[in-house]
T-cell receptor
Framework: ETGVTQTPRHLVMGMTNKKSLKCEQHLGHNAMYWYKQSAKKPLELMFVYNFKEQTENNSVPSRFSPECPNSSHLFLHLHTLQPEDSALYLC?????????????FGEGSRLTVL | DAKTTQPPSMDCAEGRAANLPCNHSTISGNEYVYWYRQIHSQGPQYIIHGLKNNETNEMASLIITEDRKSSTLILPHATLRDTAVYYCIVRSNDYKLSFGAGTTVTVRA
């Protein structure tokens, strides 16, 4: 138990569906992240929120829409996805102090797009 | 970001020390070295980090060379549950961590 909870753990959706992934951290951290991990590829940073403000968007397609309503919750809204978007989506949080602060990851949401 | 180079895979025997190397020759003076591991289909787990001095915690030891161009993660007594992908990461001057391909470590009985 890392203190970062992701739901759902598994999601299957069609290309025309709209769904959302949820992440909640119980650690009092000030930064939250979305990473994508495709099969046999390194983790790719998608979005970073620091104090609820989006500070990083790594050229992610607009069919992925993040939302950070408060410092404890992070969502990833999904719409009109493609089969190649099937991957493990990982949420993480950290307490950023200078350039340190380890990331705590959730268990991930395994997404399959049909 | 300073890039890191790790061997793609390595085997080690259960009960023995596992020494995982990492090269980061372009590291800047204020960048930290972080190590994470990812057990199959789970989220990455923080192991240890350091700047200049060697570090030790309940999981591992981190040895950083004096010129800081390379480091070694040491798992003192590897167990089967240590089988995972191990990532060596140099932290940029903000709060992002960029993961590479890592080293797939297989601990054999």
């Amino acid at each position: 138990e890392t203190g970062v909870t992701q739901t759902p753990r598994h999601l299957v959706m069609g290309m025309t569906n709209k769904k959302s992934l949820k992440c909640e951290q119980h650690l009092g951290h000030n930064a939250m992240y979305w990473y994508k991990q495709s099969a046999k590829k390194p983790l790719e940073l998608m979005f970073v929120y620091n104090f609820k403000e989006q500070t990083e968007n790594n050229s992610v397609p607009s069919r992925f829409s993040p939302e950070c309503p408060n410092s404890s919750h992070l969502f990833l809204h999904l719409h009109t996805l493609q089969p190649e978007d099937s991957a493990l989506y990982l949420c993480a949080s950290s307490q950023v102090t200078g350039n340190t602060g380890e990331l705590f990851f959730g268990e991930g949401s395994r997404l399959t797009v049909l | 970001d300073a890039k890191t180079t790790q061997p793609p895979s390595m085997d080690c025997a259960e009960g023995r020390a596992a020494n995982l190397p990492c090269n980061h020759s372009t590291i800047s003076g204020n960048e930290y070295v972080y190590w994470y591991r990812q057990i199959h289909s789970q989220g990455p787990q923080y192991i240890i980090h350091g700047l200049k001095n060697n570090e030790t915690n309940e999981m591992a030891s981190l040895i950083i060379t004096e010129d800081r161009k390379s480091s070694t993660l040491i798992l003192p007594h590897a167990t089967l549950r240590d089988t995972a992908v191990y990532y060596c990461i140099v932290r940029s001057n903000d709060y992002k961590l960029s993961f590479g391909a890592g080293t797939t470590v297989t601990v054999r009985a």
